[in-house]
């Protein structure tokens, strides 16, 4: 068994463990001070919007052997707005420059001409209305929120109000900081964006899930015992799925990192980045929200319920009372009517203690 295989097997088993919610408001101060540089960078830099949104003019000219660099400074200084040259295929250039209108575009294309060398005849110019963007936005937006809504109402059913907000606060962390990224880095946004965008979240909340479930499983009947508290079991559930959690991402982010990094870079297909760049930094955020937000956060509401205030205050004096007699509460607590497989892992950090040999078991029983 490779060594993150076992490790993924000790952590299920409970015999090592993390302790992510003894530690949650440093995830919590993290996640906040990049949320605010998002948000700070959204409000300074805003959006950088493609022509689908602003409108504009496309000119896709023949074979030339103008430089893109060169091409994109002409096109710059003719239009008097940032221009995108992409080289083609067959050795023409696509240059995009937003808010041209047709005058504009008229003039722009006879500069290309002479600039370019090549007749302007044979530079095709079409025209884009932002309309078209703007309807995809707002279809886009209508379809976030009708999904938030019923994602509120699935887990609120499937599992519990509180694990719906949480899921919810999740989301909107992911989606702020993936906007944000593209506000600091100013990459295009583009009808490709908002699809990697709203494709993320899918998969954000699917791996939230999947931690929720281990939850309620391992949290069936918490209230009968008085060995662990409903903090200490989520962080079993976290430890349990950590491994499965990081295999997917790793997995996940490898063919869009690809795409990313060599595609768009390397390559120049800076296309590609348009979708990829939200596909990265939402799949990055989606794992880091699930394991280190959604969950503790789901602890920290749970933790207010009177039951398991009782419970915990119950568990707390146990301990106190074992460890005043010099006992090992871990051992006392063996007999308790609570599934063994439910031990939290993230109650130590390293190997788990084991109990005393013999301690528990009558005398002349053992064999």
Known sequence: ???????????????????????????????????????????????????????????????????VDKAEELASTSSGHQAI?????????????TEVDTSKSDEIKGELSKGLSVPAEKIAADLVGPSWGEQIANKAWTGLGVFMVLVVIYLAIAFEWRMAIAALVALIHDITITVGVYALVGF?????????????????????????????EGTKGITKQTRWTYSEIANRSINGTLVRSINTTVVALLPVAGLLFIGGGVLGAGMLNDISLA?????????????????????????????????????????????????????????????????????????????????????????
């Open 85 to 97: 040259v992409q080289k083609l295929g067959n050795g023409g250039l696509r240059i995009q420059i």
């Open 188 to 216: 295009e946004v583009t009808p490709g964006t908002v699809i990697g965008l709203l494709t993320i979240l899918g998969y954000s909340l699917y791996d939230t899930v999947v931690v929720f479930d281990s939850l309620k």
């Open 279 to 367: 596909l990265f930094v939402g799949l990055a955020a989606g794992a880091y929200s699930s394991i280190f937000i959604a969950t503790p956060l789901v602890a920290d509401l749970k933790e207010r319920d009177p039951q398991m205030k009782a419970l915990k205050k119950r568990i707390l004096a146990k301990r106190a009372a074992a460890a005043a007699k010099g006992e090992s509460s871990e051992a006392e607590q063996a007999d308790e009517d609570f599934p063994e497989d439910v031990a939290p892992a993230g109650a130590v950090v390293g190997q788990r203690q084991e109990p005393p040999r013999g301690h528990g078991r009558t005398p002349g029983k053992r064999r």
């Open 1 to 67: 068994m490779s060594r993150l295989g076992n490790l993924g097997a000790r952590l299920y088993r409970g015999e090592v463990g993390y302790d992510f919610i003894g530690n949650r408001k440093i995830w919590y101060g993290i996640s906040i001070l990049i949320t605010i540089t998002a948000i700070v960078g959204l409000a300074v830099s805003g959006l950088n919007m493609g022509i689908e949104f602003k409108g504009g003019a496309v000119f896709t000219t023949p074979k030339t052997s103008v430089s």
